[in-house]
């Protein structure tokens, strides 16, 4: 079945640091891959997205690329604020399974 | 445009009772999706209701139920309460159609179950 494979966290960065959190995914076809965050006492919120290989999701100054060769999906922002200390979830969606599959989470932490 | 609204927000019950959370999707969305969060077995999948009928369904006992109304609004159950079954329970809304159905997910702030 799907699966996602998270970097473990948590990751402590100070401010203005460069960040990576890896993400890798197996699944058949060609699913839809998602970033997602989730703030202390709140939902899901949409990252970013990419729906086929080399796309390049953006959102906030994250970015992540849609790499099918490595079954990747990476997110990396180049100069981190103390605001972006959230968990963060790797997901894929595809269409076999009509459901989201989530990463473990990681949890990051920015000191200013 | 309202996003999803999940009431309650919070819930506290005792075990063997039953509880019901609701779901208001997007304004045009016809489809949701509900995930159970916890710190042992993370996000899993629940149910997806499209149109009133119930399209996925995940791995979990019978005791969990949902069904969806003709306005998109959705309510899910739980019935003879397990301390295990404390947990966040998110929601999740999307068009439900063509290749957007898994593009365009929006999740609820969640109900916060509590069994004691």
């Known amino acids: 079945g799907d699966s996602v494979t998270q970097m473990e966290g948590p990751v402590t960065l100070s401010e203005e640091a460069f960040l990576t959190i890896n993400c890798t995914y197996t699944?058949?076809?060609?699913?839809?891959l998602f970033w997602y965050v989730q703030y202390p006492g709140e939902g899901l919120q949409l990252l970013l997205k990419?729906?086929?290989?080399?796309d390049k999701g953006s959102n906030k100054g994250f970015e992540a690329t849609y790499r099918k060769e490595t079954t990747s999906f990476h997110l990396e922002k180049g100069s981190v604020q103390v605001s972006d200390s959230a968990v963060y979830f790797c997901?894929?969606?595809?269409?076999?399974?009509?459901?989201?599959?989530f990463g473990s989470g990681t949890q990051l932490t920015v000191l200013p | 445009k309202a996003g999803v609204t999940q009431t309650p927000r919070y819930l506290i019950k005792t075990r063997g009772q039953q509880v019901t959370l609701s779901c208001s999707p997007i304004?045009?969305?016809?489809?949701v999706s509900w995930y159970q969060q916890t710190p042992g077995q993370g996000l899993q999948f629940l149910f997806e209701?499209?149109?009133?009928?119930?399209?996925n369904k995940g791995n979990f006992p019978g005791r969990f139920s949902g069904r969806q109304f003709s306005n998109s609004r959705s309510e899910m159950n739980v019935s003879t309460l397990e301390l295990g079954d404390s947990a966040l329970y998110l929601c999740?809304?999307?068009?439900?159609?063509?290749?957007?159905?898994?593009?365009?997910?929006?999740f609820g702030q969640g109900t916060r179950l509590t069994v004691v």
């Open positions: 699944a058949t076809g060609y699913p839809s």
């Open positions: 999740a809304s999307s068009l439900g159609t063509g290749r957007g159905f898994g593009t365009e997910a929006f």
């Open positions: 997901a894929l969606f595809s269409g076999s399974a009509r459901q989201l599959t």
């Open positions: 209701y499209f149109s009133e009928t119930q399209r």
């Open positions: 990419a729906t086929k290989a080399d």
């Open positions: 304004s045009g969305h016809r489809s």
